[in-house]
C-alpha cells in the first residue's frame, strides 16, 4: 500500500501546484546529491553547481555513494536484527537505489514506512517511485524538518507510536542551522516514539580534515552554491543528538565503519559522521 499524507500540495495532489512549485534556475541539494550519486533527476543548473563544489571538495561523490551504503545497512540491520517494522525517514532525497522501504520491506515485508520532504521535485517522484510491496506500507508527506509536530501528527496516520519507530535523519541535519535548534529538533522526534526506538543520523563534519579535507573551510561557499546553509559539526556536537539514548557499537563512527560488506567499503574516503542510538 502507498499513501500520501500530505494536507497542502496542490490541485489534484500534485506538489508542482503548490506555492513552492520547481525552481529549475536555482540548484537543489536533492537533486545535486542525486547526480552524485549517479541519478537522472536534475538539472543543467544542479550539475554545474554539483561540479563547482566538486572541485573544491572532489571527495563529495564517493562520499555521497557511502551515504546510500551506510544507510543500506542500518535499516537492513535495524529491520532484521533488531525487529524494527517502523521507519520514518526526513529529509528523505530523491529516490535512487535501496530506498529505506525497499532495504527494510526485502528484510520485513510488513514493515511500514514514512517519508516526509519539503522540496517538491523529491515529493513529485516520491509520489511516482516510492511504491510500496504489497504486505507493507509506504507514505510520503511534504512537511520541513524544522517543525517535527506536523511531522509527527501527518505519520500518526501510518505509523503507531506506541510500537518502536526508527527515525532516519540520514545526511539532513547540516541543513538545520543553530538558530532553528536541531538539538530540540531531535528531542521532539524522540520523545514521540516509543522505548525501543532507534535514532540514525549521518553528518558532514567540521572535524575531519582527512576524511573531508575542505568542508569547514568551504562551508559558506557550499552554502551559496545550494542555495540553502550547510553546518558541519564536530564528532562530539554529532554524538550530543544522542544524548539520552543508548548508542550502539561502534558508536559515532566514519559512516565507512558501520558493519561495511567489503574492503573497498570499510576503506572509502567517506568524510561523514554516522551513529545509531537506541531509546531505553
Known sequence: MTASLSDDAGENGDPTLSGRGFDPATPRPARMWNYWVGGKDHFAVDRAAAETITEVMPALPPL?????????????????????????????????ADNTHEVAQRAVPEARIVYADYDP????????????????????????ARDPDTILAQASSLLDFEQPVAVMLVALLHCIDDADDPSGLVATLMRAVAPGSFLVISHPPSDMQQQAPGLAEHADKLSALMAQKVTPRSREQVSAFFDGLELVEPGVVPIQQWRPDN??????????????????
Open 263 to 280: 574492503d573497498a567499503e570499510a576503506t572509502a574516503r567517506a568524510g561523514m559522521w554516522g551513529g545509531v542510538g537506541r531509546k531505553p
Open 64 to 96: 555521497a555513494k557511502s551515504v546510500r551504503v551506510f544507510l543500506r545497512e542500518i535499516v537492513h540491520s535495524l529491520a532484521a536484527d533488531y525487529g524494527i517494522r517502523q521507519f520514518l525517514d526526513i529529509g528523505t532525497g530523491l529516490p535512487t
Open 121 to 144: 521535485s523529491v515529493l513529485a517522484h516520491a509520489r511516482a517511485l516510492l511504491t510500496s510491496g504489497p504486505q507493507g506500507v509506504t507514505g510520503y508527506l511534504d512537511a520541513d
